[in-house]
């Protein structure tokens, strides 16, 4: 079921179902009550967001709520028709009660997730509580309020393997949520052997739901990877984890420390500088000890140097549409360029800047790729831009192979990318 978040959860009014009697040996007991349950405004407290906005939460059609109190056993199930929820069993009581309400029920295993962000919300823990005793027959009023958060767990490095799990203070393996009886909260449920919240078998971007509000220590295979304070995580939040780092530096054989950075989950970790000179594409593609900066770095390749889809626009100016980052003009200690900027959780904040030749007016680049073509032969991404009406636009933004002009004499930049093992 698919679900959309909201930063304020609204569960939608239920309606008054048909009414009928109990047997004539007890007091007149009516089924169907009108329940209207909201969920606590967390947007201060616990809001679920991320680096670009705030989640957003809504019911879809075949959603359930799970509701009892303390005179009946179980729980009735009020089923969302698309518009509203309704239920057929759900009795009103012969006396007084404290009712409870549960999403998505009374018992949520969290084993195996998909990890899609999609997918969150069906895994996510809300209960709640009338506020005072009520037979149900003025209706029902509960606040729900968040029992879970979503650990973000970013699969840094292209084609890892990730096995999360999590235990608890007393070392168990968390493996679902299950309601308490006559109290708005869940209980964690527990084995002693391992359980597994997430599989996947690539780098990624991956949403696990975890119990709130107790101490937690999340593991990737038997690797740890955070482990909370005695209080846990805040109900309703978004918490970012990464199987690896995003930056760091290396050297090459010219003895220069070079920093690196990575943009997307997977992609490649590029030099934050360039090569010292232009290179032909050649020489740009040895390998190995042979390479410009040695054996642990390398030229990228095509794909790895398509940051964004660009397109032209009816002005003849081009738009650099959001793909593996976002890109946007500009100029760095007075030299213009292209900054791209991560799109995704964990990299927002990860920047790369490829400088360009001229000034602001008029300014080109063109960086060599490894992406082969023929014997000698390759692909370069080339961009043209200047000031038209007060404004940075390109011109043009585009890879060519077109070997009319490039030949073993032409020379571009290279921004090498590191070597991984």
């Given at each position: 079921?698919?679900k959309?978040?909201?930063?304020?959860?609204?569960?939608a009014?239920m309606?008054?179902?048909a009414?009928?009697?109990?047997?004539t040996t007890?007091?007149?007991?009516?089924?169907g009550?009108?329940?209207?349950?909201?969920?606590?405004d967390?947007?201060?407290?616990?809001?679920?967001?991320?680096?670009?906005?705030k989640?957003?939460?809504?019911?879809?059609?075949d959603d359930?709520?799970?509701v009892?109190?303390?005179?009946?056993?179980?729980?009735?199930?009020f089923?969302?028709?698309?518009?509203?929820f309704?239920?057929t069993?759900a009795k009103?009581?012969?006396e007084?009660?404290?009712?409870?309400a549960?999403?998505p029920?009374e018992t949520?295993?969290?084993?195996?997730?998909s990890?899609?962000?999609?997918?969150?919300?069906?895994?996510?823990?809300?209960?709640?509580?009338?506020?005072s005793?009520?037979?149900?027959?003025d209706?029902l009023?509960?606040t729900?309020?968040?029992?879970?958060?979503v650990?973000c767990?970013v699969?840094?490095?292209k084609g890892e393997?990730l096995?999360i799990?999590?235990?608890?203070?007393?070392?168990?393996?968390?493996?679902?949520?299950?309601?308490?009886k006559?109290?708005?909260?869940f209980?964690?449920?527990?084995s002693?052997?391992?359980?597994?919240?997430?599989?996947?078998?690539?780098?990624?971007?991956?949403?696990?739901?975890?119990p709130?509000?107790?101490?937690?220590s999340?593991?990737n295979?038997?690797?740890?990877?955070k482990?909370?304070?005695?209080?846990?995580?805040?109900?309703?939040k978004?918490y970012?984890?990464?199987?690896g780092?995003?930056?760091?530096?290396?050297?090459n054989?010219l003895?220069?420390?070079?920093?690196w950075v990575?943009?997307?989950?997977?992609?490649p970790?590029?030099?934050?500088?360039?090569?010292?000179?232009k290179?032909?594409?050649?020489?740009?593609?040895?390998?190995?000890?042979?390479?410009?900066?040695?054996?642990?770095w390398?030229?990228?390749?095509k794909?790895?140097m398509t940051?964004v889809?660009a397109?032209?626009?009816?002005?003849?100016?081009?738009?650099?549409?959001p793909?593996?980052?976002?890109?946007e003009i500009?100029v760095?200690?007075?030299?213009?360029?292209?900054?791209?900027?991560?799109i995704?959780?964990?990299?927002t904040d990860?920047?790369?800047f490829?400088?360009?030749?001229?000034?602001?007016?008029?300014?080109?680049?063109s960086?060599?790729t490894?992406?082969v073509?023929?014997?000698?032969l390759?692909?370069?991404?080339?961009?043209?831009?200047g000031?038209?009406?007060g404004?940075k636009?390109?011109?043009?933004?585009?890879?060519d192979s077109?070997?009319?002009?490039?030949?073993?004499?032409t020379?571009?930049?290279?921004?090498?990318?590191l070597?991984?093992?």
């Amino acid at each position: 079921m698919k679900k959309i978040l909201y930063s304020v959860f609204m569960l939608a009014t239920m309606v008054l179902a048909a009414c009928s009697s109990d047997d004539t040996t007890e007091p007149a007991v009516k089924r169907g009550m009108v329940l209207k349950a909201n969920v606590e405004d967390t947007d201060t407290r616990a809001t679920i967001t991320d680096n670009e906005g705030k989640w957003k939460f809504a019911f879809a059609k075949d959603d359930m709520v799970k509701v009892g109190n303390d005179k009946v056993d179980g729980y009735y199930t009020f089923t969302n028709d698309g518009t509203v929820f309704t239920s057929t069993d759900a009795k009103q009581t012969a006396e007084a009660a404290n009712w409870c309400a549960f999403f998505p029920g009374e018992t949520i295993d969290l084993r195996n997730q998909s990890g899609a962000f999609a997918d969150v919300a069906k895994n996510y823990a809300l209960a709640g509580a009338t506020a005072s005793a009520t037979t149900g027959s003025d209706g029902l009023t509960v606040t729900m309020k968040a029992k879970a958060a979503v650990l973000c767990i970013v699969g840094v490095n292209k084609g890892e393997n990730l096995d999360i799990s999590v235990k608890t203070a007393d070392g168990m393996y968390v493996l679902g949520l299950t309601a308490v009886k006559n109290s708005a909260d869940f209980k964690v449920d527990k084995s002693d052997t391992k359980v597994s919240l997430l599989k996947a078998n690539d780098a990624g971007v991956y949403y696990v739901v975890v119990p709130a509000e107790v101490k937690l220590s999340v593991y990737n295979g038997d690797k740890p990877m955070k482990t909370t304070k005695d209080a846990g995580l805040t109900a309703g939040k978004y918490y970012t984890l990464k199987t690896g780092e995003t930056t760091g530096s290396a050297t090459n054989k010219l003895g220069e420390t070079i920093s690196w950075v990575q943009l997307w989950a997977g992609g490649p970790k590029f030099a934050t500088e360039n090569v010292a000179n232009k290179m032909t594409w050649k020489d740009a593609t040895k390998t190995g000890a042979e390479y410009v900066w040695g054996a642990n770095w390398r030229t990228p390749t095509k794909d790895e140097m398509t940051f964004v889809d660009a397109k032209q626009g009816s002005d003849g100016f081009y738009t650099l549409n959001p793909l593996n980052t976002k890109a946007e003009i500009q100029v760095q200690n007075g030299v213009p360029g292209i900054l791209y900027t991560g799109i995704q959780p964990g990299y927002t904040d990860k920047t790369l800047f490829l400088p360009a030749e001229g000034n602001e007016d008029s300014f080109y680049y063109s960086y060599w790729t490894s992406t082969v073509i023929n014997q000698s032969l390759g692909t370069a991404l080339h961009i043209y831009g200047g000031t038209h009406e007060g404004k940075k636009v390109l011109v043009n933004y585009y890879f060519d192979s077109n070997i009319s002009y490039i030949t073993d004499g032409t020379k571009y930049w290279v921004r090498p990318v590191l070597v991984e093992k």
